[in-house]
């Protein structure tokens, strides 16, 4: 998947634990269930953006270490 689609797939998910949060502060009843639903969603975004960025690293040191290592020897 490409940078583009996984910002936008971040953007969803936080905008979505947004309105959890929002209605949460209007339905009292049902609070600790929709922040719970929000922290959910907010995890779920910080999975995406935690997996994109680890395989970018990879993608990025990969050359690099095997560079270094040719140097080495």
């Known amino acids: 998947m490409d940078g583009q ?15 959890h ?8 009843r049902q609070s600790w269930s929709l922040l719970e639903q929000a922290s959910e969603w907010e995890s779920r975004a910080l999975a995406e953006l935690e997996a994109y960025f680890a395989g970018r690293d990879r993608r990025w ?13």
């Open 5 to 19: 689609a996984i910002l936008e797939n971040v953007r969803r998910y936080r905008a979505i634990a947004s309105l």
């Open 21 to 28: 949060r929002q209605t949460a502060a209007f339905r009292p």
């Open 61 to 73: 040191s990969g050359p690099a270490q095997a560079g270094l290592e040719l140097m080495a020897a």
